[in-house]
């Protein structure tokens, strides 16, 4: 067993890592892509994601904290680095369950989590090479050490994955021939993922032209991604090798590989274009901030010729809306403690919380499921449809979102004075934070935030901070 030392780490991550650029470059997120559909076809992973996952639902909050956890893993601070991979051990540690072919699954299983390091260093590979940038021997070598690196991080040791890169590959050619499945997930990827992703906030207030974009640019991520698979999975899978795939997708990997190389570092740098999809994520839209404009300016002229929505019946449907846009976090059509350990997930992530806080927040939406199966659980089945939430949710009690609201104020209030102020308030929130703060002085008590925070998960009132973090 081979253990990976502080040391070792900081010299792997150093001024040279190649991954450490990499995942700053906006091309990134094309081996991200394709590594996800490989990690999915593996039994175990593909039923975590289909059991627990928020990606088909939030795949943009997917992609922002995938690019923050993997930032604070190549962090030069030793500490940033252990705190995040214990973090992620103990979200991990949280997902198991039993998949619909009563196969056992756990995201803290060890050849599983292997393979998620693997599709990564061998879809990065691909990238550079479809991107016009081939890595040679010596940089492929580094890249592999530097990926090991981050499975010992997490595992304690790199053992799952070959001690050489000349032992890689045969590892790699038998899970691709004996390991994988063409398993839910994989199809939820690439045909309802793709062809129905939400819009990313930039364009929630300009649906008409997401929608134009997406009618385009769905069926052609989807093409693109199945032509850089493995071959000899595509024809396992029956995949379809659409006339043209396999030409559009190597023109796409090299425009973006050319951008990548000409246009100026801050436009092509993967904080630039979280700032596009988001501009409120860290103050403003940089170098794409006239793209946005050019993008408002379209969305108002579709408006004007597109008819507005009807509007009635929207009042009698605002308990079964609540439940699709916030309660049903995986997107299944059903209520089920996943939904919530995402929604604990996704505060625990944002505010970086230590083990002690991230438990007291997992405990206080636990209770509050125990309270919701107990009045809304008719048919005693371990979940809730959204016909059971729509027929009793003016009836609910509250003490368990009470009891959250405490703990999301007691974990949000780090300076512990009994008050919320903006820096906290926006931590939380990030976006829409100069809309939504409200109060004496530009704080919250405890009692207003709790207000809030009741209103919000209750149906109430929405609330376009509270909408940013979970809906």
């Known amino acids: 067993m081979t253990r990976t030392t502080a040391e070792e780490t900081a010299d792997v991550f150093g001024p040279d890592s190649i991954l450490r650029s990499l995942v700053n470059e906006p091309r990134w997120a094309l081996a991200v ?76 299983d060890a050849e599983a989590r292997a393979w998620v390091v693997a599709t990564l260093f061998e879809s990065a590979v691909t990238m550079y090479r479809l991107t016009g940038e081939a890595l040679d021997g010596p940089a492929m070598e580094q890249l592999y050490t530097e990926f090991r690196t981050i499975l010992a991080l997490l595992e304690g040791d790199s ?26 997930a994989v199809r939820v990827i690439l045909y309802r993922l793709f062809a129905n992703v939400p819009a990313p906030p930039l364009l929630r207030g300009h649906p008409a032209v997401w929608a134009v974009g997406r009618a385009v640019a769905g069926p052609a991520a989807a093409a693109i991604t199945i032509a850089s698979l493995p071959e000899n999975l595509c024809r396992r899978f ?56 050019k993008a408002g300016q379209a969305a108002a002229m579709l408006r004007l010729i597109t008819p507005a929505p009807d509007e009635v019946g929207q009042t009698s449907l605002s308990a079964d809306r609540f439940f699709a846009e916030v309660l049903d976090q995986t997107g299944d059509g059903h209520l089920a ?4 350990a995402a929604m604990a997930r996704e505060i625990a992530t944002r505010l970086d919380l230590d083990e002690q806080n991230e438990e007291r927040l997992y405990n206080a939406y636990a209770a509050w499921w125990r309270e919701l199966q107990t009045n809304l659980d008719a048919d005693g089945d371990g979940r809730v449809t959204r016909q059971e939430y729509a027929a009793s949710a003016p009836s609910l009690p509250s003490s368990g979102l009470i009891k959250i609201a405490g703990v999301l104020f007691d974990v949000t209030d ?17 976006t829409a934070f100069h809309r939504d703060l409200t109060g004496s002085a530009g704080t919250y008590s405890r009692s207003a935030f709790v207000r809030q925070f009741l209103s919000f998960m209750s149906g109430q009132q929405r609330s376009t901070a509270y909408d940013s973090l979970l809906s």
């Open 337 to 340: 403690w996943p939904d919530l």
């Open 33 to 108: 892509t394709r590594a996800t559909v490989l990690e999915a076809a593996h039994p175990q992973i593909g039923a975590a994601l289909i059991g627990n996952s928020t990606f088909v639902t939030h795949p943009w909050r997917r992609l922002r904290n995938t690019l923050v956890s993997t930032q604070r893993i190549l962090d030069p601070d030793q500490h940033v680095r252990s705190r995040e991979t214990a973090r992620l051990n103990r979200l991990h540690a949280r997902i198991s369950g039993t998949d619909p072919q009563g196969r056992h699954y756990d995201a803290m």
């Open 238 to 293: 029956a995949l379809p090798d659409l006339p043209g795939a396999r030409t559009l997708m190597h023109g796409a990997y090299l425009t973006i590989g050319l951008s990548t190389r000409l246009l100026p570092d801050s436009w092509m740098n993967a904080g630039s274009f979280m700032r596009l999809l988001d501009p409120d994520h860290s103050g403003g839209a940089g170098p794409w901030e006239s793209i946005w404009r």
């Open 159 to 184: 053992d799952r994955l070959p001690a050489t890169l000349q032992e890689f590959w045969p590892y790699y050619d038998h899970m691709i021939h004996h390991r994988l499945e063409s398993t839910e």
């Open 414 to 430: 780090v300076d512990d004075d009994q008050l919320i102020d903006a820096q906290e308030y926006q931590k939380l929130f990030r």
